[in-house]
């Protein structure tokens, strides 16, 4: 059922201590009708759909241009990967520290008032997820020290990548907190604000499986993981239908349909089908071709898609809009079939199929990668031909890399997830990306994102540091877990 909410701009009023000459100037000085602190259940909606809506946008304008789904036509010096450079998107850092400071608030109200205790388990996981999504795209980041402003520490340092997985209070220590604190939880008080489960405490502990599972396979090369995921997969307590996905229901009209659908034509007309992403689906003879684009010239017959390569120089390049494929009207005007995706059944399918086909798991690989595929093109609204799974995409068929196979049909659903597909290149080097056609990385694919220029000048010190350790904070310096 979709889920309409009208979104208020929120007050959040922190408590600053001031000096007086006088005893009862506080009280004096003091707006009865003022908030001085936000409900938990008004700031979780806030948190959970401010972040989807804004990453889902900085996953069509920018996430997908480093993966390759999509290609600019102007304004693309991000697309030639002057990530430094951020023009319509390309720059989720503000987006991250502002819901991941709310989140906190989340935390620490269930902590201090009993009544809001039931807020605590969801309010961990989702700090698990945004977290693991900010250290994924730019690697060591300030985390332990962030948002203790009110302690002193107004300059934060960056914590290594490995200790933001691994160390008490990280990402894999918080979903199990988490987990603990959902089922811990006796009280009858229920969950407010929930835009994702409408409340279902047990939906929010398959969710945290499913991101322990993601996170898991993400540092496997680093970590032995195995029976961690073993464990995760014999329970079978996570994600595992389009039922149960972790995802927020854009509307077709405003306030919450999908941005690209009230920008301006010219804004949205900037994107087109990526060379790789129609490579790919053409080789496949893939039909979700037909709901993620459309036909060259917005051609009637639905079957003449052309993309283009990323990274053009613009200065000097003639395009023609009529000769690529424009993003699907999913983007634009039936935004009420799309969703801001935060873990699904296929995702974690896929993963747990890349675990078994590497032996990390015992599962069977082929059936977790069908089911996946199966749930994938139910995901994007597409009828899986009969014969997908037996010709075109059949398991290990053909010579093909079953490894391979699998992270590019994640690859193929991540569209506007974030920077999902660009992550998964970087951790297995699927789909094979191409060198971009003007690049301003020597042709490389960049491997991280840069930190803001304000980071130099708010946390000077310590941004120094982070600096260093990534070559003057160099796109090319892998990130702990891909190196």
Known sequence: MKIIIIFT?????????ISSCTNDFEEINTNPNAPVSVQPGLLLRQVIYNYGEEMSYEGFVAGSLLSQHM?????????????????????????FYR???????????????????????????????????????????????????????????????????????????????????????????????????????????????????????????????????????????????????AVFHFSDSEPNNFRMARLRAGDFNNFVMSETMEEVLEALNDQRIEVLFRARGNNANGEDFNGLINGIDASSTSVTLADYSLAGTIFRENTGILDANYMTAWETNFILAEAAEKGLITAPAQTLYETGVTQAYEYWNTP??????????????????PIEQIITQKWIASVINGYEGWIEYRRTGFPALKTVSASFNNDLIPVRMPYPAEEASLNADNYNVAAAATNDNDINVPVWWDE
């Open 71 to 95: 290609t600019a036509l102007d304004f693309n010096l991000f697309d030639r990967h002057a990530l430094k450079s951020p023009q319509l998107g390309g720059n989720p850092w503000p987006i």
């Open 9 to 17: 701009i929120l007050s959040i009023v922190f408590a600053i201590g």
């Open 384 to 401: 899986l031909p009969a014969n997908y799974l037996t010709t075109d995409a059949a398991y290990a068929a053909n010579a093909n890399d």
């Open 99 to 245: 819901n991941l400071r709310d989140n906190q608030i989340i935390i620490n109200q269930s902590r201090a008032t009993p009544a809001f205790a039931v807020y605590e388990g969801p309010a961990l996981i989702f700090k698990a997820y945004m977290t693991a999504g900010l250290t994924d795209i730019f690697g060591d980041v300030p985390y332990s020290e962030a948002f203790r402003g009110l302690e002193g520490i107004v300059e934060p340092a960056y914590d290594l990548q490995e200790d933001i997985y691994l160390q008490p209070g990280g990402i894999l220590d918080n979903l199990d907190q988490g987990i603990a604190a959902i089922e811990n939880y006796s009280s009858s008080i229920a969950l407010q604000g929930d835009v994702l489960f409408q409340g279902d405490l047990d939906a929010w502990v398959r969710f945290a499986n499913s991101l322990k599972i993601k996170a898991l396979m993400r540092i496997s090369a680093k970590e032995n993981v195995s029976a961690r995921l073993q464990a995760l997969y014999d329970h079978q307590n996570y994600i595992s239908s389009n039922s149960q996905n």
